[in-house]
């Protein structure tokens, strides 16, 4: 249901090898965000919320530190 009114994909992935995780349903990629969705989702989620900020920021000045984003789960790659 998300995926047909959102367009979001499914993943079944493989916690023992990350590298054998399958695409179920692509997601679609879309040109605008849904600014209500992400409103009420960063109300609700205090991470969510934080990324947003930081999305914002790179949006306005062009730049990203390094020192904001988390660094990846160990054994997955970028």
Do not use: Y
């Amino acid at each position: 249901m998300l995926s047909a009114a959102h367009g979001i994909g499914i993943l079944q992935l493989d916690a023992e090898n990350p590298t054998e995780s399958q695409i179920l349903i692509p997601a679609r990629e879309r040109s605008d965000v849904d600014w209500d969705a992400a409103n009420r989702l960063a109300a609700e989620n205090s991470d969510f919320h934080h990324f947003l900020k930081l999305v914002k920021q790179f949006h306005q000045i062009g730049e990203v530190k390094s020192s904001d984003w988390p660094e990846p789960a160990v054994g997955i790659k970028p």
